[in-house]
């Protein structure tokens, strides 16, 4: 059984950067595949990035890419979400999201593992 517990998220303007946190327990071995989620009001959960936390093999959505960067500290069991240059539609509940298999996948449905989010909100 794999645990996921958000933290980070938060209010800012246009332009501003936040940092969201992932503890997770377990070691990289028993998640292989880790994601961020993000689900807005009215909108379908849509990924955000999806990595292997093995091989550090990382995939971005287009509407990220350059802007938002996944990094883990895989001593302390911990994924990390740098969010820069944020936008209004960037504004959503933010869940971490692991996956037991190793088979790739950026459909929330092949995800096992959820955190309870954490909510960012971008002004302008």
């Known amino acids: 059984q794999v645990q996921l517990v958000e933290s980070g998220g938060g209010s800012v303007q246009t332009g501003g950067s936040l940092r969201l946190s992932c503890a997770a327990s377990g070691s990289s071995h028993s998640r292989p595949l880790m994601a961020w989620f993000r689900q807005a009001p009215g909108k379908e959960r849509e990924g955000v990035v999806a990595f292997y936390t093995i091989s550090d093999t990382t995939i971005y959505a287009d509407s990220v890419k350059g802007r938002f960067t996944v990094s883990q500290d895989k001593a302390k069991n911990m994924v990390y979400l740098q969010m820069n240059s944020l936008k209004p539609e960037d504004t959503a509940m933010y869940y971490c999201?692991?996956?037991?298999?190793?088979?790739?996948?950026?459909?929330?449905?092949?995800?096992?593992?959820w955190g309870q989010g954490t909510q960012v909100t971008v002004s302008s």
């Open positions: 999201a692991a996956r037991a298999s190793r088979a790739w996948s950026f459909d929330p449905n092949d995800f096992t593992y």
